[in-house]
């Protein structure tokens, strides 16, 4: 399994060189805020503590051209010192997951629906940085990427053992999906501090190619599907 990972993912991630469709946006900037409560266990959708936090909300295409409202998603992010904690609150038109889901080990979850996270926590090297997936049954992936020039090297054996709670709320069209990752695994940020880092989701069936749905919060502006572009990766800052 992990070998055909490293393949898939390899193909996908083509070359830095990727041609753009048309001018580049700005950057976004997101902001994850201080709570120092925060601790170990991954919180509910509805837990109080992301009242706490500044949303961002994506629907539009990797490339940006095309706006998803079905697949509307909204993430927050909190932090403290001890834990970044992430949630992923996400709109479906169609629901695709393994019949028989995994939790226990990193798992290809790309080529289901996901929601996924990467960050460059030194932002000044967009050659290294760490890629999460969740899907809406709490599977999770996270690995260190290494993306010199596009040859991208994904060290899977790396594990913040983050633990992870998900739901589906099959009548309104609705999946979360929530991790509390050691910030150990990441760096300790500071007040004022920035990462870069991306927001996306997958949503569609297995090979079906380009019918499947990629969304971004700072798009890609690849030809096609392809998020390992650091260079668009947004910024989070980080704030009390």
Not at 22 to 31: N, Q
Not at 45 to 51: P, Y
Not at 64 to 92: K, M, S
Request: hydrophobic share 40%; aromatic share 12%; net charge positive.
């Amino acid at each position: 399994m992990r070998a055909h990972l490293l393949t898939r993912r390899q193909l996908l991630a083509g070359t830095a060189a990727a041609a753009t469709l048309r001018a580049e946006p700005a950057l976004p900037t997101a902001y994850c805020r201080y709570v120092k409560s925060l601790g170990a266990e991954a919180l509910k959708l509805g837990d109080k503590a992301w009242r706490s936090g500044r949303a961002i909300r994506y629907q539009r295409s990797w490339n940006g051209a095309v706006a998803h409202p079905e697949q509307a998603t909204t993430a927050v992010t909190l932090w403290n010192e001890d834990y970044f904690h992430i949630l992923f609150d996400c709109r479906f038109a169609t629901l695709n997951v393994a019949p028989n889901p995994d939790l226990t080990t990193d798992q290809p979850i790309y080529e289901r629906d996901c929601a996924e996270f990467f960050a460059a926590t030194d932002p000044d090297d967009l050659q290294n940085y760490k890629e999460f997936e969740w899907s809406p049954a709490g599977e999770w992936f996270d690995a260190r990427i290494h993306n010199p020039n596009g040859r991208i090297k994904v060290e899977v054996a790396w594990n913040t053992g983050m633990p992870v709670l998900a739901g589906i709320d099959r009548e309104k069209k609705r999946w979360w999906v929530s991790a509390a990752i050691p910030i150990r695994h990441l760096a300790v940020p500071r007040a004022g501090g920035r990462w870069r880092a991306n927001f996306y989701r997958i949503e569609g069936p297995p090979r079906q190619g380009p019918k499947r749905i990629h969304l971004a919060w700072s798009p890609t502006m690849t030809e096609q599907p392809n998020f390992h572009v650091p260079q668009r990766f947004g910024w989070l800052e980080f704030v009390k």
